[in-house]
């Protein structure tokens, strides 16, 4: 079963356009079509994987950038909420050029507990989490969205910096402490089920 916001079919369409339109740096510089080394799957097949067939009204992202990975979420989700310091200014135009403008509210915030406080106030069923990548960063995306009962972390296990390692980190110290799904660079979160 697809999303009914056009699931995978819509997402590989929306990273052509892309990509055609503002250049192949862009794919460079996103999730997108990253594949995890056990599976081979890249950012939309690890979406349709989870979210296929189910209802997510409002998906969450931490880290915008240049707004692709939140055009692709558009099609698993009614509404996506991205936040991010400082998006790039091509986002608004990506998302018009893709025709996701109308399920996007972009928050730019500039200081992290307006945007904890934020995740408080609203209701999403799932979270995207690749902002700040610093473990105690990701501990406080990860708490602050872990109400929704499903996260994807992106970047995990990192190895360049070793204190942008967070998701690693959360994993190691049981942090996350629900059922994990590991496919490096990707990380699934669910809750323990009783
Ligand atoms: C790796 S990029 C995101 C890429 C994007 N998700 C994609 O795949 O297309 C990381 C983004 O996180 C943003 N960022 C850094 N610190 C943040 C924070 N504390 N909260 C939210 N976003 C943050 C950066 O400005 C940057 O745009």
Redesign the pocket.
């Known amino acids: 079963m697809s999303s009914q916001w056009g699931g995978v079919d819509r997402a590989r369409r929306i990273v052509t356009l892309a990509a055609k339109k503002f250049g192949d740096d862009?794919l460079r510089?996103?999730?997108?079509l990253m594949r995890g080394k056990a599976s081979g799957l890249d950012?939309i097949d690890v979406l349709a994987q989870r979210l296929d067939g189910r209802e997510v009204k409002t998906a969450v992202?931490?880290?915008?950038?240049?707004?692709?990975?939140?055009a692709?979420l558009a099609c698993f989700a009614e509404m996506v909420v991205?936040?991010?310091?400082?998006?790039?200014p091509s986002a608004a135009d990506l998302w018009h050029t893709t025709t996701v403008s109308n399920q996007i509210c972009q928050v730019v915030?500039h200081a992290?507990d307006a945007?904890i406080r934020m995740l408080d106030r609203i209701p999403f069923e799932f979270a995207?989490i690749?902002?700040?990548?610093h473990r105690h960063?990701v501990a406080a995306?990860f708490v602050a969205t872990r109400k929704s009962g499903l996260v994807l972390f992106?970047?995990y296990p990192w190895m360049v910096n070793p204190l942008n390692d967070g998701a690693d980190w959360l994993v190691k110290n049981g942090i996350v402490d629900g059922m994990l799904a590991k496919d490096s660079p990707y990380l699934w979160w669910e809750p323990p089920s009783c």
């Not at 510089?29 to 997108?32: A, G």
């Not at 992202?61 to 939140?70: R, Y």
């Not at 690749?130 to 990548?133: E, R, T």
């Open positions: 862009l510089n996103s999730c997108v950012f992202e931490i880290g915008t950038c240049t707004g692709l990975s939140a692709v991205t936040f991010d310091v400082k998006p790039l915030m992290d945007k995207f690749d902002g700040n990548h960063a995306d992106h970047d």
